[in-house]
């Protein structure tokens, strides 16, 4: 009897799961589909075009029950374009998208947030296989935009061509616990755009084993410059806010980028196991964007085992840029393999300490094992 029992059980769970398997195939039955979406509800959209402007509010799975909005068929993934927005998810928690595409959006691709609360609403969020592609033209406009989005993960996403008037590939503020990974940020390198940005107070926040082609300004800008209203969780009143804490860096592979790495008034952030390639000016800034006295400088960031190539022509300040208002002296270096490619008796960068086991001018081939991505720890 028990094999028949576990049997039953098995047949009972595939038809609850298949019962809650919602077809779509079109912008309309969309709207419906997420609107009358419960735990374990998975929303499976036909090939096609859902146009834009999609916003919903409270959007709500369980733990062990997310909604999940995804592709019917992950070769031949749906399309949300030509609005001003994708998808607006307002308070969501436990919701997974996956296998969507979005392109050609005039604003945000796609934007998450906590309805404008101080945080931990919106909490529990996946991001999955998405492609994300010429978002916002001329202006400060983002392939997705979290704020207030905790305890989220970003995987397997290829984001390309964001607004180039102060746009990311991916904007956090306000967000913690999250990790993105496996993705793929390209753009043209405009100068006032960056790959990934976390900034208005977030935290814990890993960005490893991505690839940065051509990223803009920042590749990864660990901090920023936000408005005061939008820190999640409000500022304190005494001393010591910070753009972001902890933040760590690992594992990515940067392609151009005027600075691929950038420090802006964060407190603790490490940044390993990169391999940076040709850089447009810098390896990294460190810069204090926010003045206001109630911020600590930018300090306690570390800058370990990565590989660092560039040429003569493209290396500005020693390939570190310094910004007033900042803690150099709090910044640590170690092991991190710097070569000039046509000139390797300039490999040598200014870094502002003194740097642990730092090793310059020799061979790439010699690196490998040792620094950059092909080092980096499972």
């Known amino acids: 009897m028990k094999p028949l029992i576990a049997a039953a059980i098995i047949l009972v769970s595939t038809r609850e799961a298949r019962a809650l398997d919602v077809p779509v195939r079109d912008a309309a039955e969309f709207r419906v589909a997420v609107a009358s979406a419960k735990p374990g509800t998975r929303i499976l959209l036909a090939t096609g075009s859902y146009g834009g402007g999609h916003s919903f509010a409270n959007l709500r799975g369980e733990p062990e029950n997310p909604i999940v909005i995804a592709a019917a068929d992950a070769a031949k993934p749906p399309v949300f374009n030509e609005r001003g927005v994708g998808i607006h998810l307002s308070n969501p928690a436990y919701v997974e998208l996956q296998n969507l595409v979005f392109e050609h959006i005039t604003g945000n691709g796609l934007n998450i947030d906590d309805a404008g609360g101080n945080g931990g609403a919106a909490h529990h969020v996946v991001l999955r296989g998405l492609q994300i592609r010429d978002i916002g033209g001329h202006q400060n406009a983002d392939g997705i935009k979290l704020s207030g989005v905790d305890d989220f993960r970003v995987s397997e996403c290829a984001i390309e061509r964001w607004g180039t008037r102060g746009g990311s590939g991916i904007d956090m503020v306000g967000c913690h616990r999250g990790v993105i990974e496996k993705s793929v940020f390209r753009h043209t390198d405009p100068p006032e755009s960056n790959g990934v940005q976390c900034k208005g107070g977030s935290s814990d926040i890993t960005i490893r084993r991505n690839t940065f082609e051509n990223p803009g300004g920042r590749g990864v800008n660990i901090g920023g410059s936000t408005g005061l209203p939008y820190f999640r969780p409000p500022l304190a009143e005494a001393a010591g806010n910070a753009e972001a804490r902890n933040i760590r860096v690992e594992g990515n592979r940067f392609t151009g980028g005027w600075a691929p790495i950038a420090f802006v008034g964060v407190d603790g952030a490490v940044v390993r196991f990169n391999t940076i390639d040709r850089p447009v000016r810098w390896a990294l800034r460190i810069l204090q964007e926010n003045q206001d006295p109630r911020f ?73 094992g040792k620094a950059g991505v092909e080092a980096i720890p499972e």
């Not at 007033?324 to 393999?337: C, E, K, S």
Request: with cysteine.
């Open 296 to 368: 600590a400088p930018c300090r306690n960031g570390e800058f370990t085992d990565n590989l660092v190539l560039f040429e003569s022509a493209h290396w500005s300040e020693g390939g570190v840029n310094l910004g007033r208002g900042t803690a150099p002296d709090t910044f640590r270096f170690a092991r991190n393999w710097w070569l000039c490619v046509d000139r390797p008796e300039r490999s040598e960068p200014r870094l502002p300490t003194p740097e642990t086991g730092g090793i310059y001018g020799r061979p790439f081939a010699e690196a490998k």
